[in-house]
């Protein structure tokens, strides 16, 4: 996730309290909502987004299913809220891993890695998201969209730090290249989540893909060396 994205989601959270440290409510409201996505992650993940109810996640984080519904408005963007806050966890993963001098291709799947895992455990959960992501409605939705920016954003910079160390075309668009890696390797989600490939294959599938592109799109050509 782009430092200028956090910047703002930051300051956003701060605008709620005037800048101000939070206060009872604000930390006692925090911890609702913390419970509420830790019992949705657990239960979506062991058993997948058809099999949970509401009432469920709302028993596991132990508050009533009215509280439950003063933070999401329905079950899926309790799915939304799961993800959009692994994915926040997987581009800080990667962008950790890109500083630390991993490949493109470990960084760059370490973005995408939740997304991967929720079509792992239950391909429905992922396809969930990508439905709400694309027609969905309300602030999660909105902010999911925004993640998915932001991630391009993510793959961006890591083929930038790459570019600043190792030779590349020098022709390469790396702002073109971030946005095929990213539309190929959601398009692999896609096929999972459609039945059109094995749920087993995608980590192999995926890094093939994001290898292939990388080297592909930015390693120069035999006798084109910049």
């Known amino acids: 996730m782009s430092s200028a994205s956090a910047t703002k989601r930051t300051g956003q959270a701060e605008s709620a309290t005037g800048g101000r440290p939070p206060g009872r409510r604000e930390r006692k409201k925090e911890d609702t909502r913390r419970r509420i996505i830790e019992a949705a992650t657990a239960l979506f993940a062991e058993r997948g987004y058809q099999a949970v109810t509401t009432s469920?996640?709302?028993?596991?984080?132990?508050?009533?299913?009215?509280?439950?519904f003063r933070y999401a408005?329905?079950?899926?963007?309790?799915?939304?809220?799961?993800?959009?806050?692994?994915?926040?966890l997987g581009a800080a993963r990667g962008?950790?891993?890109?500083d630390g001098g991993a490949t493109p291709t470990d960084a760059i799947l370490a973005l995408l890695?939740?997304?991967?895992?929720?079509?792992?455990?239950?391909?429905?959960?992922?396809?969930?998201?990508?439905r709400e992501t694309l027609f969905g409605t309300?602030?999660?939705?909105e902010l999911a969209a925004a993640y998915v920016a932001d991630l391009e954003e993510a793959i961006l910079q890591i083929l930038t730090r790459y570019a600043e160390t190792h030779p590349v075309r020098p022709d390469v668009d790396l702002a073109e290249a971030a946005h095929a890696i990213y539309?190929?390797?959601?398009?692999?989600?896609?096929?999972?989540?459609?039945?059109?490939?094995?749920?087993?294959?995608?980590?192999?599938?995926l890094r093939r893909s994001v290898d292939f592109l990388v080297h592909t799109l930015l390693d120069p050509l035999p006798g084109n060396t910049p």
């Open 183 to 205: 539309s190929t390797m959601y398009m692999d989600l896609v096929r999972v989540g459609l039945g059109r490939a094995t749920v087993a294959d995608l980590p192999t599938r």
């Open 95 to 98: 962008m950790e891993l890109a």
């Open 138 to 141: 309300g602030p999660h939705r």
């Open 113 to 130: 890695a939740p997304l991967a895992q929720a079509s792992l455990g239950h391909p429905e959960n992922a396809i969930v998201y990508q």
């Open 56 to 68: 469920e996640i709302a028993e596991a984080a132990d508050i009533g299913a009215g509280t439950l």
């Open 73 to 88: 408005d329905s079950k899926a963007e309790l799915l939304v809220m799961v993800i959009n806050e692994r994915l926040r």
